[in-house]
C-alpha cells in the first residue's frame, strides 16, 4: 500500500523558509515522478513543484513560476523521501502543501491525474 507522508510545515514569517518532507513507502518511488502541490483555503489545488527521472539517469526539476528561484525540490533517502526547501516566503504562499507521486511522468503537474497524495501539511506566512 502507497503511503506518502508529509512533514515540516508550520507558521513562518515573511520572508522566512521551511523545508518540507514527504516520506514515501509502499514501493520503490526511484523512478516514479514526485512533486508538491499546494491548496490555499477558498482556491483549487495547484502544481509547485516537480522532480522525473530522466534516461541520463539523473533527476530532473520543474517549478511553478510563482515559487521559482525560491523553491527547491530534491530527493533523498533511496529516493524514497522528498524535499521542498522554500525561501524568501510570502503571504500568498500560505497553503496546505500536498506531496504527489506517479509512475507517468507526465502526470505529475496535473491535479486530476495524479495517483498519489499525501494528506497535506499546513504552511501559513504570517505579513
Known amino acids: 500500500q502507497v503511503q506518502l507522508v508529509e512533514s515540516g510545515g508550520g507558521l513562518v514569517q515573511t520572508g522566512g523558509s521551511l523545508r518540507l518532507s514527504c516520506a514515501a513507502s509502499?514501493?520503490?518511488?526511484?523512478?516514479?515522478?514526485m512533486g508538491w502541490f499546494r491548496q490555499a483555503p477558498g482556491k483549487e489545488r495547484e502544481f509547485v513543484a516537480a522532480?522525473?527521472?530522466?534516461?541520463?539517469?539523473?533527476?530532473?526539476?520543474d517549478y511553478a513560476d510563482s515559487v521559482k528561484g525560491r523553491f527547491a525540490i530534491y530527493r533523498g533517502g533511496a529516493e524514497n523521501t522528498l524535499y521542498l526547501e522554500m525561501n524568501s516566503l510570502k503571504p500568498e504562499d500560505t497553503a496546505v502543501y500536498y506531496c504527489a507521486a506517479d509512475s507517468n511522468a507526465s502526470h505529475i503537474t496535473s491535479t486530476p491525474l495524479v495517483d498519489y497524495w499525501g494528506k497535506g501539511t499546513l504552511v501559513t506566512v504570517s505579513s
Open positions: 509502499g514501493r520503490t518511488f526511484s523512478t516514479y515522478a
Open positions: 522532480t522525473r527521472w530522466a534516461v541520463s539517469k539523473s533527476y530532473y526539476a
